[in-house]
């Protein structure tokens, strides 16, 4: 049974709550509201995922909206909804909503209001991100994340927080306003095309106009830009490395965890099923930055002095495999990125908490100064070394799911030189684990390097209430995926059949009957037909042959 609104409750409850945060009167009560509203915004979301039907995951669920957003002159509504691929976003966007509240209660001392108020606001933009289902309602809040992000780099950061947090926002508003140009032309043309010349951004309607192949590539380009670099993929990642050192944990942990998928979603809600032909197009360029990203960020991260800034570049060579099998355009290597974008996101955030809570004790990141500490904090060392053997795919944890659908998938892909970059991307894993156990051997084994080693504390009971879920997913995905797979599979499968039926139909260029909206104006039965169906077929196959196989790779990780 569906909840009417339930999504709109999900998205906006963390807005009630920094109302309130607002009003509190002391540090400890604008912390409790905090937890408060976060752990109620994860436990109602859970329903979603008890009242969610399998077997129509392909379809939108939990729908609602409808209502115009700016006037009747412009059809751009509120329209919030999740297939299966957003429902896994969203449940892992809420789940680490009480997760960083908790890792931040006492890390946190000064404008604590103004820093969880913020907190909520983020948490408001990034679940609505994945629900949106009109794309200027998804503009509005993917540019809802760039001010609070912002701002809790820039107050609550590092020494040179300034200099990352205006990095952070160049980088990313030059994309976000490209998009912008792209989506106000793409309204424009889908509103003469299907919709009786009324500008519309409804996602549905320009699902159902096939863009003229000579308009796709530009605009391609534009969604692909600002999604590329919110990644980011190499070579627009430099503003990561200092945002995520310069950040405060808390920060960190929405930034690897949410932040960055929300660039890896957007080129797999939009860029392949609006631009299909173009996505082909550029697929080889796409899977070669991909690569040198997983290769870069691996070696840069093993040459890394600073414990946090390891991690940090951890994520341009794990988001590479994520990108990889996006454009690979199999079933198998699609679905292997949507689940490794949740593997990063437990396993990365899961590193950037544990690494703040060795700078809460030794106040350094520095991997000399520690050595030998794991006779000192054998809690927080066995979380530790669960988390980076989950992040370097270990089988039997959860990054190794994602990582081996990714390379299968992708090596069976018929796109030209696919199969080459994949065993090229192959060295990422084994230079994963080096940089891993090589931090785990200099900063937890070996000689002690201070005598402050021996007398740390090991980890507190609100320190594992945070870590302890983190650690269930990693194993529960990594020795029993199928639930998981089975919510996005249908979803993914019907993305790749979409792309390939609009991609044999797309017209070279734009013709004067496809400007003539009384010849093309679907009706308002078959528009809703298409927002209420999004079928997928009873046994999705691609056409790519690799995809075929789908089904039954999946189904021999849990043998």
Known sequence: MQIPDLLSVIIFLPLVGALLAMVARSPQAVRMVALVVTTVTFLVSALLWVGFSVPEAASLQFTSGGFHLISDAYDIRYVVG???????????????????????????????????????????????????????????????????????IGIWGGENRIYAAVKFVIYTMVGSLLMLVAILYLGHMVGHAVNGGVFTTDYFKVLQFNVPIST???????????????????????????????????????????????????????????????????????????????????LVSRAQPDAKKLVAYSSVSHLGFVVLGIFAFTLTSLQGAVIQMINHGLSTGALFLLVGMLYERRHTRRMADYGGIARSVPLLTFFMVLTALASA????????????????????????????????????????????????????????QSEENRSMPDLSRRELITLAPLAALMILIGVMPQPFLDRSEPASAHLITLMEQKRAAAPARPTPGMMRPEESTPSREDVQTVRNEWPAPEQPESVYPGARTARSDMHTLDQ
């Open 393 to 448: 795919g270990l089988p039997g944890l959860n990054g190794f799911v994602g990582e081996f659908l990714i390379l299968v998938g992708s090596f069976s892909s018929t796109t030209p030189g696919m199969p080459l970059l994949t065993a090229a991307a192959t060295t990422g894993v084994i230079l994963a684990a080096v940089y891993l156990l090589w931090m785990l051997t200099r900063v937890f084994f070996g000689p002690v």
């Open 216 to 298: 796709q590539t530009w605009l391609f380009v534009l969604f692909a830009l600002a999604f590329a670099i919110k990644v980011p993929m190499f070579p627009f990642h430099t503003w990561l490395p200092d945002a995520h050192v310069q950040a405060p944990t808390g920060g960190s942990v929405i930034l690897a965890g949410v932040l960055l998928k929300m660039g890896t979603y957007g080129l797999v809600r939009f860029c392949l099923p609006f631009f299909p032909n173009a996505a082909f197009d550029y697929a080889i360029l796409f899977g070669t930055l991909a690569v040198i990203g997983v290769v870069y960020g691996a």
């Open 82 to 152: 999740v297939d299966g691929i957003s429902l896994l976003l969203v449940l892992l966007t809420t789940l680490l909503g009480p997760i960083v509240v908790l890792s931040s209660w006492k890390y946190i001392q000064q404008h604590v209001r103004g820093y969880y108020t913020l907190l909520l606001i983020l948490q408001t933009g990034m679940t609505g991100v994945f629900c949106a289902f009109d794309v200027v309602l998804f503009y509005i809040f993917f540019e809802l994340t760039l001010i609070p992000m912002y701002f809790l």
